[in-house]
């Protein structure tokens, strides 16, 4: 079943002099529910781009962005509300994504509060402390700012944020990128605990492909702005069709000193 | 890499300390006069007595005495509340016009954020003082057109730069985190914007009273503030400027009172931003 | 050159050669408020000629610093204990004598090439300012810039020797960035995470490159880099720091194989693989700790599981192990794996 | 678009700009005039004025009009460069501000080279020495000298080094018998126009000491502006990498550092220009020069009201076209917001 389907979209943005520079070009895909779809690319793929406009933080210039019957652009109130339930979003960056003026506990009961979900404050916090406890972190820290907390909690506030308001759909654009090796595997992890414990469908961005061979059962490679390929984690890492995406992978050091020099005499020959 | 933040935040602290403890018996000492000095001042003060007239500092006059025969320290004292007062008038008059619009320019449609700043751009072009000084003159000298004129002259700085961080914050990931979650306009503003962009406007509200302080001086001492038998510290400086020659204490009283106040008010407003800046704050 | 590659492309060590770089007990210090914290505590490694080392760690770990160290470039900080290269003590030099090392002996590449260019110097002016520092004339050290490029296989180099560092591309820059630390014929290229900031075509690139002009110039390299990857494609020998001192050191082949240190074990486990499948990743719990709150006893202590008390008290040194050095009061099985 | 259209187009904008603000501080000085308390027929005609007399008055100057027709009439003088009559010189506006000008101008200028002179110096040396004593000592400077009213400091100054040491004269511009023919009306100008050393010394000196106080307070400002973005300059990274080629402190400093911290400092002395001839009204005022400032100062003393409005309008325009200059000079100094504003070359 489809749940999510972007049909044709395209985003050019203004710029300073010369003509506007197209970011997306004519990109359509489908998330289906329950599966975890990859979306690739090099700096300037235009995937986080994609997230935005899938989020309704853009607006596309034309195609359709619908998410289980809503048209995401042009949404609003009761429809609106609904999307913002059970769409939501982790960051990358896990210092500028958490509002620093609020405690763990108010970020994480925020989707709570503002849907009216939990209206009674002692319930929202017991919640809070719940969610926090699920995802890892000490509930006795529920007060505490968001600066007294390491990159990888706060990907983990992050996260239980996210799920507060139960939803269908988690976005996550580049969510480990910015944290050091031994964390990352914890927060990867935690996100595949999180999915099969809520039931998620998750679309996630990332330049790493190792990290999206590791969770995709789909995986989209995008290229200034277009769809290169797509296929299952099988295809794409096992048969990859395009140069493009052939070029991506070998191109992706292993951390293995007898396969990286049997790669590398290999190029040599070649 | 990670480790410069966290070295920066702990350095100044112990400045600080030092300065911060110079800084907080200053502003203690002005708020102190203003709030007492009145008070406490001796009847005498506002009665001229042509005999006593411009003595040299004394033991029963320790800044001597003025034309007037008056104390200059009590004046100084006395003129405390004026100033301060005034001062934080006018820096609060315009910090709220600054507010409004910046508000209204970060979070309204495009074209008014465009016709607002460039209203702004004007009122930054123009030099302020001149501009202050044109009002207060067409009001007719005295203390209150001088507040009127700075109130209304003083907005776009704080306009402008509120504004730029305003925008600055709306661009931050946790802004567009609010968004997903679905926060309303008006919590977007009220409790992840504007939360984290007053920070610059209280560090501005705090320097600007001792730029104001100087300007208001200025204003009365070239005739269109305070008038002199004020004791407006501009005003008794205007009063006194015929006497330096011969009584330079008249003089000498009053500019360190103001020299005082606006060091004071300008590093008050360093260390809150030393303080208050994310940046420079302990992550522990 | 005296060393032959072997067939693993690794030069062979030659017996009672010195060293190029070596390195012992280096402390690097900063004051905070009274105290003075070891940001780089007790650091000791050689590197020889054409030798490839790769320098990995974590955030916090003191990777760079140590690399800023060698240069004397970390100015509020004070390091100690001794660095010898290419016989002379870096620690002991006259600031001048110190500048001639900058750029002359040891060359470095550093990691965000936008930040590291100066933003207002077109980019031959910055290239050849290497050599315009020791006296050579405007004319030779622009042939020579034009010629480093040429070497870095920048198309077109002549005309982008007047072009400003925001006109480049990611990987123009990095090789810029390059040809500044080439152009005085160093005998040490230190590269502080010079890919971190490219994407992985890009980034491969230039690894490719830099695997050619160390390997043709007989360069000693020192990586700092915390991708595992590249440390396998790249270094003949790895050392893996964690807050503030080496844990392991030894050839990329035995350690990748089997690591003798918990955390290196813990890092190889971590990292998701392009190659292979996997259901689930083996993560080690806990977070690198901040310069400030180190751990007494071994500092990795609190996130190992193969800790007993001895770990909690008493700081492991590094001491030779099989070939190899690790710091570690029970190290993992010799074959692990 | 093309290179030469956008900045056809940027100038365009900033004019545009320019223009609005004269329109407002125009419209301002309207606003001004008809705040001013009391019936400005009255005050016209002076206090002991007839009704008819008065009544009179007011239709010669049109105030019997409507006040959008008023409004219209205003610009109509304004536009024919009528700022009105002073009442206490019997000339008009203009032609006041035109004899009194350079005289301020000069101040100005002289304030400025001396401010820059001294401020960017210090603040290298600082920046050079972070944290050490001569750093400590010039910031302590800056944040005393930064506190000082102009006036006062002026007065003090004037007391110290010209009455009681008679080190310079005390006021004025030029000692008895010693001025130049006048050409430029700026003393030292004109006495170098004439080739007259002995009549240039005699300027700088009575020059020197006012451009002095008026540049304390504002060379504070570029020096604190300078330190700051020299020490965030020289905490980047391209600042390392030009110490690991081996540079020279020095190099590091005025080569790399300088030019890449300049850029907030030039637009600070560009608005310092403005505020500094608002500010050169209470020094002129003090050393009694023959310029803009006395003018107003005595202006307001006479309520001569369209003098003064007629000097704020006039600064006013002036500043904005210095604001113009300036802007357009930083365009063609820093090629990055070259780039910015026009695209790569």
Redesign the interface.
Known sequence: MKLFTLDSVCKSFA????NPTRVLNDVSFDVATGETLGLVG??GSGKSTIAKCM?K?LRPDSGSVVFDGIDVPNARGAE??RF??E???V???PY???????TAGELIA??LL??GLEPNGAARRRQAQHLMGLVGLDPDNIDRYP??F????RQRI?IA??LA?RPRLLVCDEPVAAL???????V??LL?DMRAEFDLTVVFIA?????V??LCQRIIVLHRGEIVEQGS?EEI?GNPRMPYTQ???????????????R??TAVQEA | MSLAPAIRMRTPRVKISFQGACVSLLIALLVFAALFGPMLAPEAIYRSDILSSLQPPSAAHWLGTDDQGRDVLWRVIVGTRTTLLSAIAIVTAYSLIGVAVATIAASGPRWLDEALMRVTDVGLSLPSMIVALGFAAALGPSLQSAIIAQSITGWPITARILRNVMHQTMEAPFVAGAHVIGVSRWRLMTRHVLPNSLDVLIVKWTSDIGGTVLILSSLSFIGVGAQPPSTEWGAMIAGARGYVSTAWWTVLAPGIALAITSVAFGLLGDMIQAWRDPSLRESR | MMMQPNPAGRPAPVPGEAPLLSVDNLCVSIRVDDRSVNIVDGVSFSIRRGERVALVGESGSGKSVTARALMRLERRMKATGSIVCDGRDILKLSDGEMRRVRGGTIGMVFQDPMSFLDPLRTIGDQIAETLRIRGVSRRDAERKALHILDELKVERAAERLTAYPHEFSGGMRQRVVLAMALIGDPRLLIADEPTTALDVRVQDQVLALLDEISRSRGLSVLFITHDLGIVAGFADRVMVMYAGSVVEDGDVYSTFAAPRHPYTRGLLDAVPRIDRDSDRLASIRGTPPHVFARPQGCPFHPRCDRAFERCVIERPVLRELGGMRVACHRPEPEAAR | MSRARSYLWFFAKRLGTVVFALWSLGSLVFLMIKVIPGDEAQIAAGPDASPDQVALVRQRLGLDASVIVQYFRFWGRLLHGDLGTSITTFQPVLLDLERTLPSTLELVVVAMLINLSVSIPAGLIAAARRGGRTDGLFRVLAVILGGMPAFWLALMLQYLLAARYRLLPISGQNSYGMEPPRWTGVPTLDAIAAGNMASLLDALTYIVLPAAVLAVLYSTQIFRALRTSLLGVLESDFIMAVRAKGATERRVLIGHAFPNSINPVLTLAGTQLGAMIGAAVLVETVFARRGIGTYMFNAVAQKDMYAVLGSVLFIGAIVCLINLVVDVLQIVVDPRIRAAQFGRS
């Not at chain 1, 500028?96 to 609020?102: I, K, T, V």
């Not at chain 1, 330049?207 to 990290?211: C, E, M, S």
Request: aromatic share 2%; charged share 20%.
């Open positions: 710029a300073k002099t010369g090099e700096s989020l933080l609106l509300s913002r339930r769409v939501q979003l960051f990358q960056d500028g994504s958490l509002n620093p003026r609020m925020e989707g503002v849907h600066n007294s390491s990159g990888g909690q992050a944020r996210a308001c050091d090796v031994s964390v990352q595997a914890q990867i992890n595949q330049h790493d492909l190792a990290v061979r590791h984690r890492f070029s991506l992978l070998a191109a992706v050091p292993i951390p293995d000193p007898v396969l990286a020099q790669r590398r």
